[in-house]
């Protein structure tokens, strides 16, 4: 990256960016209180909140939000009758899955090969730090040019909605001109990327019952129904052969018109063992942007270990299904539980409730933040061009924001490239990726005053 005094500033500011990512990534602040203390949660929101007071934010304050978690809040002024941005992230993070596969411990920071290591520091603890830094660079070199207000989600992850809720509730207090969501990440290392499209979500947890307790599997066994068994064919029946998704109503036939993805870097992304197959048809892009996609996120049953010859009475699973732009999410759920219903067999009773849901979002790329977005990367990533994707994943917040602040632009970047591994074992950041952004984000906050 050529020499400019933001761009020094922040590459001089890595070392502190470590130490407090190091000290967030700490917090085990998985906001299901099931599994997780609230008390880790509440301590990064605090940890949080001590960084906003520290860089002079006013008005910081602790957000109690409807799903029992807490936001943070906090606002910077800037020059009188300047701009408005929004800077998002969130602090909470994804369950570690299985600690024994990760090669360092999940919640301590670990520098390797390169990358820092351990669960949030790409997706989302790392986005705040990236917002940081990118301030700290402007106040050393003249000043931030806007007013910054920064809200920092609590519940992201376990898409309870704690944070749109509140904002409906307190339509004022994240209005801005322009919205900078940090949660996003670029298509691959050293290519500038605005995510423009995101899939959006809905959890549907299901249960099917048949006897009254669980029976003899050889006494009972090949006439009792098998409420595991009637799981499995239900769950089955929601991917075509192909391994396409294939909900009763819910189309599935989208393309995706942006940049493309091939075959070949999306299986190294994804590390597909050699010999499987990808699953669904079409363009990769058309099916990881475009397109529903259903999951089977867990399953209720008995372990291997210590499993009895029993036939089951009960099983439950929790099936997570991805909606495209132009897919209401809440028509979607009422399609899965519709179809879920209609494929159990033998007359099995089946219950469905829904406990999830973010709409899908689709951004106005032809606004002014948008030219001053890439101008911004032009000088961060030199002799490449900002480019557009999709995401798979979900933000809820973004529509909630869309909805409510009409007028306002709203792009997504942040550190979530493909080498990140983000809610898998093993996730990481890149440095170079945090010094680049963070240089972009600072120009473009310039940039954006001036335009």
């Not at 207090?173 to 670029?186: E, T």
């Not at 996609?293 to 049953?301: F, K, N, S």
């Not at 089946?350 to 002014?368: C, L, M, N, W, Y």
């Amino acid at each position: 990256m050529p020499s400019n005094p933001v761009a020094e500033t922040v590459a001089s500011l890595l070392p502190r960016a470590k130490a407090e990512l190091a000290e967030l990534v700490a917090f085990r602040s998985v906001a299901d209180f099931s599994q997780f203390p609230k008390s880790e949660s509440e301590a990064a929101a605090g940890w949080v909140a001590d960084a906003l007071r520290g860089e002079g934010f006013t008005d910081v304050a602790l957000l109690d939000t409807p799903d029992g978690t807490q936001s943070v809040y906090g606002y910077l002024p800037g020059p009188e009758g300047a701009k408005t941005v929004l800077l998002y992230a969130h602090y909470d993070v994804q369950p570690p899955l299985d600690e024994a596969g990760w090669t360092t411990p999940p919640f301590e920071l670990t520098e390797r090969d390169g990358r820092w290591y351990g669960r949030g520091t790409a997706d989302c603890k790392g986005g705040f730090v990236l917002h940081l830094l990118a301030l700290r660079a402007l106040k050393a070199n003249g000043g931030v040019p806007v007013h910054v207000k920064v809200i920092v989600e609590g519940s992201e992850e376990q898409g309870t909605g704690g944070l749109e809720r509140y904002a409906e509730q307190h339509p004022e207090l994240l209005a801005a001109d322009a919205i900078v969501i940090g949660d996003a990440g670029n298509f691959r290392v050293g290519l500038p990327t605005v995510t423009t499209t995101l899939r959006g979500m809905t959890l549907v947890r299901v249960r099917i019952d048949t006897l009254a307790g669980n029976l003899h599997s050889g006494q009972f066994g090949g006439a009792a129904p098998d409420a595991l068994a009637a799981l499995i064919r239900v769950l089955d029946s929601l991917r075509a052969e192909d391994g396409s998704t294939a909900v009763d109503g819910l189309d599935a036939t989208a393309a995706w018109d942006g940049l493309e993805y091939t075959e070949e870097q999306f299986r190294a992304d994804a590390k597909v063992l050699d010999g499987v197959g990808l699953i669904g048809d079409g363009s990769v892009a058309d099916r990881i942007w475009a397109r529903p996609a259903v999951t089977v996120l867990g399953i209720d049953c008995p372990p291997v270990v210590g499993a009895t010859p029993s036939v089951q009475s009960s099983a439950g699973a929790l099936v997570s299904l991805r909606v495209p732009p132009g897919t209401d999410a809440a028509e979607a759920a009422k399609l899965l539980q519709a179809h879920i219903e209609a494929h159990t067999p033998w007359g099995a009773r089946v219950t469905t409730e829904q406990i999830g849901q973010g709409q899908p979002f689709r951004a106005d790329t032809s606004s002014p933040a948008y030219q001053a977005m890439a101008e911004a990367m032009a000088v961060a990533y030199p002799g490449e061009t900002m480019s557009y994707a999709g995401q798979g994943g979900s933000i809820p917040l973004c529509n909630t924001l869309a909805g409510l602040y009409p007028q306002a632009e709203i792009l997504l970047i942040g550190l979530s490239e493909p080498e990140a591994q983000i809610h898998a074992v093993n996730e990481s950041v890149s440095p170079e990726e945090l010094e680049r952004l963070s240089v972009a984000e600072a120009l473009f906050l310039r940039n954006y005053a001036a335009g």
